[in-house]
T-cell receptor
Framework: AQRVTQPEKLLSVFKGAPVELKCNYSYSGSPELFWYVQYSRQRLQLLLRHISRESIKGFTADLNKGETSFHLKKPFAQEEDSAMYYCALRNYGGSQGNLIFGKGTKLSVKP | DAGITQSPRYKITETGRQVTLMCHQTWSHSYMFWYRQDLGHGLRLIYYSAAADITDKGEVPDGYVVSRSKTENFPLTLESATRSQTSVYFC????????????FGEGSRLTVL
């Protein structure tokens, strides 16, 4: 079964420190992976998707098929990065278009 | 306003009452989804719709009913609300054959007493 695991519920770092939010997935084929972010009192919005290979707000994520991981990284965290981050995997079996979400990691960046 | 909107944003109801959460999008997206967001569970799919008059169950459909008579609207009804349905509900939509980015509404926070 397809599954997304985000092992950390909460990640707390100081401003300027590197940050890595972990995401592991379970899928035997070629996955399509996303990171969504939810700032306080705002809607979820797409941060990045692996097929675009772009850097958004200084964040990058590399797909590692060998480790079945899609960790989100930023070299220097900013206070405005504090938010809830969800890793998501395209669901290929059943509800087309649907994404399977991890449980989320709350990132807190301290001044 | 263009985009995807949900109403009401906040709702308090009592056990056993019927509640309908509305979702409206202006992009003519084919696909629409309802998720619930709970601490410790992340987002879980309740129902989805590939087009008008086509709906199907997601991961946690029990206790919910949906309809989609028009492309732009996708209401979610709790026929007899229970406390376990206290949650934040998100509607989302996508076009491009269902393989594009999901666009989310602002969420509806429902409390069942």
């Amino acid at each position: 079964a397809q599954r997304v695991t985000q092992p950390e519920k909460l990640l707390s770092v100081f401003k300027g420190a590197p940050v890595e939010l972990k995401c592991n997935y379970s899928y035997s084929g070629s996955p399509e992976l996303f990171w969504y972010v939810q700032y306080s009192r705002q809607r979820l919005q797409l941060l990045l998707r692996h097929i675009s290979r772009e850097s958004i707000k200084g964040f990058t994520a590399d797909l590692n098929k060998g480790e079945t991981s899609f960790h989100l990284k930023k070299p220097f965290a900013q206070e405005e990065d504090s938010a809830m981050y969800y890793c998501a995997l395209r669901n290929y079996g059943g509800s087309q278009g649907n994404l399977i979400f991890g449980k989320g990691t709350k990132l807190s960046v301290k001044p | 306003d263009a985009g995807i909107t949900q109403s009401p944003r906040y709702k308090i109801t009592e056990t056993g009452r019927q509640v309908t959460l509305m979702c409206h999008q202006t992009w003519s997206h084919s696909y629409m989804f309802w998720y619930r967001q709970d601490l410790g569970h992340g987002l879980r799919l309740i129902y989805y719709s590939a087009a008008a008059d086509i709906t199907d169950k997601g991961e946690v459909p029990d206790g919910y009913v949906v309809s989609r008579s028009k492309t732009e609207n996708f209401p979610l009804t709790l026929e007899s609300a229970t406390r376990s349905q206290t949650s934040v509900y998100f509607c989302a939509s996508t076009g491009t054959g269902g393989i594009g980015e999901l666009f989310f509404g602002e969420g509806s926070r429902l409390t069942v007493l």
